[in-house]
């Protein structure tokens, strides 16, 4: 990562992961990193707390002795690699895998990433990979450690799905994150970046959708996401797509300045408060932004959005003005429900399962402008429109969530979205009837 690719905002916050900018603070050149983590504590964390043994403590204990598990400290390198991220820039091959069942499969695959421009796609099984310039096959625990060991080492040169799709692995450039993805039946639409560009695959497309029906899968509300997912509202208008498959499962959040540009592409939501946030320090909404036509979804669009585990903070705040405006009804929200043998297999707290995370607080990340160090810490609780806070209370069936089978944990169009997709051409019907 050069320097010039490393600058970005010395201050942001974090709703869930962001919220809005607040003050630089300045600390005493006196101070150890320690003391300064305990002052920053003890003036902004959203409960009261008397910091001790700063003496005695380095700043990760005291960040795990007195902060929730949402706060973090990140050394110097650490919080430029952070806002580098954050930025949207990425300098990876761009998927992630895991394996299950005898099958190696990916977790996850970024769009504009090396991966996704060599064809592969989330959910797609790897069959044979070149390790050190033998073939192996990929059939069972053994040959999976010889594939996880090699990727961690660097001595994968290329991979074969089982679509067919071969991929080479080398050296990779910087490259900018696609958050957005969508398609219908005929077509799917993805962005690069010769400026930002919508990028059109037939082979994307997902031909089970309904007709008019348009699934979106949002990754994070980071980066140019706002920019991307409006942009694919004006192809969702032009379409003449009149429901949508909103995707936030494995979404954990993002900035609540882009959280309110994609809120402002709901007619229902736009103009209107996102959210409220209720702290020591911290005492104030925000608003969903505005946008010209082409750029809103009609009031009258039939949403539905799915869910997992990792659909957290900036996602569910998205959800609650939906829901709070009447965009969306809770039995349209779709959450995952994994198997058994999955969330033992993974060691995953059953009892997660059919749930969203439940993040409802907002962060600021302070930086220490004398050494380069910061703090994300919890300043706030946030409230939906209508009053509710999910923190620690994720949203499940009791709230009136729709549960859908899940075969494992990923966000690709597979087994779960088929289902939902055959909900939306049963109402669809019915009410045609």
């Known amino acids: 990562m050069n320097a010039r690719a490393k600058k970005s905002l010395r201050v942001f916050a974090v709703l869930l992961l962001t919220a809005a900018v607040m003050g630089v603070f300045c600390a005493c050149t006196r101070q150890t990193s320690s003391e300064w983590v305990a002052q920053i504590i003890e003036e902004n964390y959203y409960l009261p707390v008397t910091v001790t043994d700063a003496s005695e403590l ?10 929730d598990k949402y706060s973090v400290y990140y050394t ?12 949207g820039n990425s300098v990876n091959f761009g998927c992630g895998f895991f394996y299950y069942q005898g099958r ?80 219908t039946n005929s077509t799917g639409i993805s962005f690069t970046y010769n400026g930002l560009t919508m990028t059109e695959n037939k082979g994307d ?20 996401a706002a920019e991307q997912f409006r942009f694919a509202v004006r192809k969702f208008n032009s379409l003449g797509c009149d429901a949508l498959i909103l995707d936030l499962r494995c979404n954990g959040g993002g900035s609540t300045d882009v959280t309110a540009k994609i809120g402002g592409c709901f007619a229902a939501a736009a103009g209107k408060t996102l959210l409220s946030a209720t702290g020591r320090i911290v005492d104030s909404s925000l608003a969903c932004e505005k946008f010209e036509a082409r750029d809103t979804m009609p009031a009258d669009t039939e949403i539905y959005v799915m869910t997992n585990m990792g659909t957290a903070s900036a996602s569910e705040a998205l959800i609650g003005a939906l829901i709070s405006y009447g965009a969306l009804t809770y039995e349209d929200v779709f959450i995952s429900s994994y198997t058994a043998d999955f969330t033992q297999a993974f060691g995953i707290d059953a009892s997660a399962s059919g749930k969203t995370y439940g993040k409802g607080c907002m962060q600021y990340v302070i930086p220490n402008e004398r050494t ?21 209370a994720p949203l499940s069936a009791a709230d009136g969530c729709t549960l859908l089978s899940a075969p494992y944990y990923t966000n690709a169009a597979n087994e779960e979205l088929a289902q939902l997709a055959q909900i939306v051409e049963q109402r669809e019907l019915a009410a045609a009837a």
């Not at 380095?58 to 902060?67: C, G, M, N």
């Not at 090699?150 to 991929?167: E, Y």
């Not at 497309?205 to 140019?224: H, Q």
């Not at 160090?373 to 806070?389: D, M």
Request: net charge negative; charged share 15%; glycine share 8%.
């Open 205 to 224: 497309a997902i031909p089970f959708l309904p007709d008019g029906t348009a699934y979106l899968r949002l990754t994070a509300f980071e980066g140019d």
């Open 372 to 392: 380069g160090e910061a703090l994300r810490l919890t300043v706030a609780l946030i409230y939906w429109p209508n009053g509710k806070c999910v923190n620690d």
């Open 58 to 67: 380095t700043p990760q204990e005291l960040t795990a002795k007195y902060l």
């Open 104 to 183: 190696l499969l990916i977790m996850e695959c970024v769009a504009n990433s090396p991966a996704w421009q060599q064809g592969l796609r989330p959910g797609d099984e790897i069959v044979s990979a070149a390790i050190n310039g033998e073939t192996v096959l990929i059939d069972g625990e053994q040959a999976y450690a010889k594939f996880a060991q090699a990727a961690h080492n660097g001595g994968i040169s290329s991979f074969t799905a089982a679509s067919g799709v071969s991929v080479e692995v080398s050296a990779v450039e910087a490259y900018k994150t696609s958050y957005v993805f969508m398609a």
């Open 76 to 87: 110097a390198e650490e919080y430029q690699e952070l806002l580098y991220g954050e930025a």
